[in-house]
């Protein structure tokens, strides 16, 4: 399960952010998953409960916004959203494809005072 290891690193990541930022308290982190991460939310959640358990972000909200993944046609230059996980294009049928969103997990923001 790679999401410890991703949650480790992002509450390292808030730590810093808080330090810079003066933050005595987060209320809740927001996370943008992209749909061909290959991060579970599920398994992020989890994660996250396990890590954040007897720290500063124990009472934390953990929020997940997905990111759609668009798929780019190498083959016809069209751009398209992946459907029910075919990559496959549906204008041409190819399969020479490139990710242009989705891939990615950020940090979207740090809500505390």
């Not at 790679?2 to 390292?12: Q, S």
């Not at 005595?24 to 991060?39: C, N």
């Amino acid at each position: 399960m790679h999401e410890l290891g991703l949650i480790d690193a992002l509450l390292r990541t808030v730590r810093r952010v808080c330090g810079e930022e003066k933050l005595e308290r987060v209320d809740r982190i927001v996370l943008e998953v992209g749909e061909l991460s290959g991060i579970e939310i599920p398994y992020l959640y989890d994660g996250f409960n396990a890590v954040a358990q007897g720290t500063e972000f124990e009472e934390t909200e953990l929020a997940v916004e997905t990111v759609p993944g668009i798929l780019h046609c190498n083959e016809c230059d069209i751009d398209f959203p992946l459907k029910d996980q075919e990559l496959i294009c549906p204008e041409c049928f190819g399969k020479n494809l490139s990710i242009v969103s989705g891939r990615d997990m950020t940090l979207k923001s740090i809500e505390g005072n």
